[in-house]
């Protein structure tokens, strides 16, 4: 899986394009991701669309917030992924996309993305 092109309100993904947020777990894009707050998440954002069970699925995390780097993570949410000693890369999208390619191992990232802000 390879993200071709990121730019404000479109990612294009292989060969599909998307103007939603998304997050990619597992090998398996999860289309029209939205948080309660927003811009803000939290662990309930993400528990909601790949279960509570995800921490012990991964071992790095990596957060596009967005093109301008505009939606907060929640302190808690960044606490629990740092004592879980998974990896966690928080950065304006453009550059979550470019290391989510560099990633090998894509199988246990959780990456999520916001497009816009």
Do not use: P
Not at 45 to 65: A, E, P, Q, S
Not at 93 to 100: M, P, Q, T, W, Y
Request: glycine fraction near 6%; proline fraction near 0%; hydrophobic fraction near 40%.
């Amino acid at each position: 899986m390879k993200i071709v092109s990121y730019k404000f309100g479109e990612i294009i993904i292989d060969e599909k394009k998307y103007e939603n947020d998304l997050i990619i777990f597992k090998g398996k894009i999860i289309e029209k991701w939205w948080r309660k707050e927003g811009h803000y998440l939290t662990k309930n954002d993400i528990d909601r669309y790949v279960g509570k069970n995800w921490l012990k699925l991964v071992d790095t995390v990596i957060i596009g917030n967005g093109a301008d780097g505009l939606m907060r993570v929640d302190s808690l949410l960044v606490e629990l992924v740092q004592r879980n000693k998974i990896d966690l890369l928080i950065e304006n999208s453009n550059i979550a996309c470019k290391k989510f390619n560099d990633m090998k191992e894509k199988e246990k990232i959780l990456f999520l993305i916001h497009l816009t802000c």
